[in-house]
């Protein structure tokens, strides 16, 4: 091999430098796991597993949305005896009470922007403007 | 080479068109594509044609209606802001006070504005000094559902004309089919002209239109609309199924010369006015 | 071919950074309005259509307008119009291309855009008008390529693009009359609910595109040394004539209409756009002199055109501005007054008179610019490939 003493010190830089954020991410603390914070009210149950929430939770609000608004199938949903509105300030936000704390915490880490909160209210915004009945 | 890189291109292209334009046709050939705005509004129509050729046919399905009895609202102007700001606070409706970008679900306006195809000439000292609520008609054949190009706007089943502030791309077209003036457009983020919010209603973003929904969300609920219910005592306002003759909304259609704006549009409009 | 547009002189080259400048201002004044929204433009709750919307209709008309070229060159093997065709399909393409940059300017949510293809809806003319647009867009670029590919190769076009050569003349017609259709269909906007609008469109589009065609090539005579030809461009000034007189004509009819019925929807329109509508002692007229002009244009333009065809004199000077006072008369007419006049008294009888903000313009004129650019650069590859041919 021709140049062997540029090409493989050439080739150990590019690995490394291609490989960069997998070991960058293995040694730092600047993005840990994301620990979104479990319901304060210390509820167990959701209206699903927590693998399947995880993993389809945005699935299942497009499917509320249509069919509340689209079908105006309001119906509530009822799981384990408890029942839930379909929505996300009427199911989701009663428990996890923190926007930041629970939404924000895995969304921010995957740099995913869903445009829920341009016009739902989190509770934090909520608590900004509270009505005066 | 050369002629294989065209092949390549012919077949990449014809492959990518097709692939743009699977979703549109396997949404255009399925059925279920116009259930969420034609299907309910088809049904209510043949009732139509049942009645209009003479046919017993009753209509099977839910018309929400309206009758405002302005007669409850002379010379009260405060029990029209009353069912105005009830509507505000519900559904979290920006207050801009500007006539370029304000936000309107009911409001108040003279009635030759109101009625503009009634004659105003030499008429009668109430209608000059009152002013009339306006909010949208729910017509039974909108024209803001069908010039709508995404189904932002659709009729439920129940007759309410509704809009899906998610889908809402911003073309203000349904504003130029609507000959009731009934639509908004967020000019501008509506928040921080929102005095205080109501938490089981969400507020909107800039860049869609909304309008009065019936306070829909409410009616599910087994309550009455916002409006109705802070006028309540007076018995100003009517609201019930206008497809079912025992209803009370038909009680009072039965018993009083009601008229609708802009009849002749043929839009049939679901809010009737008792002068 | 497209190596052609990075080859010109410092005149060339001074155009392009011109206009370039003007996209720069538009796209700056875009990104105002895309952080902000649409509350930086001068429509409002009453007015909610403006400039954008209305610039939109007029290009619509631009792009149909190539229709009276290849229509004789094709379809009545008008060979006279063979040099010129592709600059009427490369016209096309800017102006859809401006036609898309003008909805998107103009929508609210622009992110949303797509969804007019992912919840397709037949009842919406606006869902029609992005097919038929769309489809011509696509029909001339196919076109227009493969045929100036030929044409530098000194080959016949392929058989097979004939197809779409007889399919883009249709899309024009259908293009601008769906555009109509947006309007016509409305209920309570009397102004627009005209059956006259799609013919009237049309109309004012086959003058107003091949006016703009005729202007290109005398620039391109004096700058790039291409020649469309005396009797092209005398046949193109007869063409715009007709078309420019039928307009009128139309305006005339929806006068009568207004007038001799005497009912006020009708008229309010036209009493607004050109002698003033007055309303609880307020007069609304801020469009009179615009339309005044328009009208005087427009028909200066056909005194001149006649004044030509009957002594028989012609000089260059002479065809451009005519060409010019018709394509402004035009512009004027349904750039401006048609969208508007239709607007100005809303649903609730109440008048409302549009001013764009400076924002607007330069959103406006800097899409106008990036038209023009690209029509340049598309006439740079056009007019080198001849010159490459005859050479």
């Known amino acids: 091999m021709y140049n062997k003493r540029t090409i493989i010190p050439g080739l150990a830089i590019f690995v490394v430098f291609v490989t960069f954020p997998l070991w960058f991410n293995a040694f730092s603390t600047a993005s840990p796991t994301p620990k979104p914070e479990l319901p304060p009210g210390g509820e167990k149950q959701c209206v699903a597993p927590a693998s399947e929430m995880r993993a389809s939770h945005m699935q299942l609000l497009n499917e509320w949305r249509d069919e509340v608004l689209r079908d105006g199938d309001r119906q509530l949903v009822t799981v384990d005896g408890k029942q839930y509105g379909r929505g996300l300030q009427l199911a989701c936000m009663q428990c996890h009470t923190s926007k930041e704390k629970f939404c924000d915490s895995c969304h921010e880490y995957a740099s995913v922007k869903p445009y829920c909160w341009d016009c739902h209210l989190s509770p934090e915004e909520e608590a900004l403007k509270k009505e005066t009945l | 080479m050369d002629k294989q890189r065209r092949k390549f291109l012919k077949i990449a292209g014809a492959t990518a068109l097709a692939g743009i334009s699977a979703p549109a046709v396997v949404k255009l050939t399925s059925s279920s594509a116009m259930a969420s705005s034609g299907h309910g509004a088809a049904v209510t129509e043949d009732a139509h044609k049942a009645v209009s050729h003479g046919a017993e046919e009753v209509p099977t399905t839910v018309r929400f209606g309206m009758v405002v009895d302005m007669r409850k609202f002379y010379g009260k102007p405060e029990l029209l802001d009353k069912a105005i700001d009830a509507c505000r606070k519900v559904h979290n409706i920006p207050q801009i006070d500007n006539k370029k970008s304000e936000i309107k679900w009911i409001w108040k306006a003279p009635f030759e504005n109101v009625f503009p195809e009634h004659s105003g000439y030499h008429s009668s000292n109430i209608k000059e000094d009152n002013d009339f609520l306006v909010l949208c008609n729910h017509c039974d054949e909108p024209p803001c559902v069908r010039v709508c190009p995404t189904k932002a706007t659709f009729r439920l089943p129940n007759g309410i004309v509704a809009m899906d502030f998610h889908r809402c791309i911003g073309c203000r077209f349904c504003m130029m089919g609507c000959p009731y003036g009934a639509r908004s457009f967020n000019w501008e983020n509506p928040r921080p002209y929102i005095k205080e919010y109501n938490p089981d209603f969400p507020t909107r973003m800039r860049g869609v239109v909304e309008k009065c929904n019936f306070c829909g969300e409410r009616i599910a609920l087994g309550k009455e609309p916002a409006c109705l219910e802070a006028v309540k005592g007076s018995g100003a306002i009517f609201f019930g199924d206008l497809n079912d003759p025992e209803s009370e909304i038909r009680k009072v259609l039965e018993q009083e010369n009601t008229i609708q704006r802009k009849p002749s549009l043929g839009t049939k409009p679901s809010v009737f006015y008792i002068v | ?391």
């Open chain 3, 1 to 391: 071919m497209i190596e052609k547009v990075f080859k010109g002189n410092s005149r060339y080259w001074m155009w392009l950074a011109i206009l370039s400048a003007f996209v720069g201002v538009g796209a700056i004044c875009y990104i105002r309005q895309y952080l902000f929204g649409l509350g930086l433009t001068g429509m409002g709750r009453d007015l909610s259509w403006g400039l954008y919307i209305s610039q939109f209709t007029f290009l619509v008309g631009v792009a149909a307008g190539g229709l009276m070229l290849v229509l004789p060159y094709y379809i009545h093997n008008y060979k006279v119009f063979g040099r010129l065709t592709i600059l009427g399909e490369f016209l096309a393409i800017a102006a859809i291309v401006m036609c898309l940059m003008f909805i998107m300017a103009d929508i609210g949510q622009p992110l949303r855009g797509l969804n007019m293809m992912l919840h397709p809806t037949p009842n919406s003319m606006l869902f029609w008008d992005m097919v038929v647009l769309l489809g011509y867009l696509g029909l001339n670029v196919i076109c227009s390529w493969v045929i100036l590919t030929a044409e530098r190769k000194q080959v016949k076009p392929p058989r097979w693009v004939y197809f779409f050569v007889y399919l883009s003349i249709p899309f024009a017609v259908s293009i601008h009359t769906v555009t109509a259709m947006l309007y016509c269909g409305l209920p309570g906007r009397h102004f627009w609910l005209s059956a006259i609008t799609a013919p009237r469109f049309l109309a004012s589009a086959f003058a107003a595109g091949p006016a703009l065609i005729v202007i290109a090539c005398l620039v391109m005579k004096r700058v790039a040394n291409f020649d469309a030809g005396k009797e092209a461009i005398s046949k193109l000034t007869t063409i715009i004539m007709y078309a420019a007189l039928i307009n009128a004509f139309f305006v005339v009819l929806e006068f009568f209409v207004g007038y001799y019925s005497n009912i006020p929807g009708h008229k309010h329109s036209l009493e607004y756009l050109f002698f003033g509508l007055e309303h609880h002692g307020v007069v609304y007229n801020n469009l009179v002199p615009f339309m005044w002009s328009s009208v005087i244009l427009c028909f200066g333009g056909l005194g001149l055109f006649g004044y030509m065809k009957i002594r028989k004199v012609s000089t260059d000077l002479m065809v451009g501005i005519g060409c010019a006072m018709i394509f402004i008369a035009l512009w004027l007419d349904k750039g401006l007054g048609f969208v508007l006049g239709g607007l100005v008294v809303n649903p609730l009888d109440e008048i409302v008179e549009y001013y764009p903000t400076a924002n607007e313009i330069g959103i406006a004129l800097g899409i106008w610019a990036t038209g023009l650019l690209l029509v340049t650069l598309l006439y740079k590859i056009a007019v080198d490939v001849e010159h490459e041919v005859e050479a």
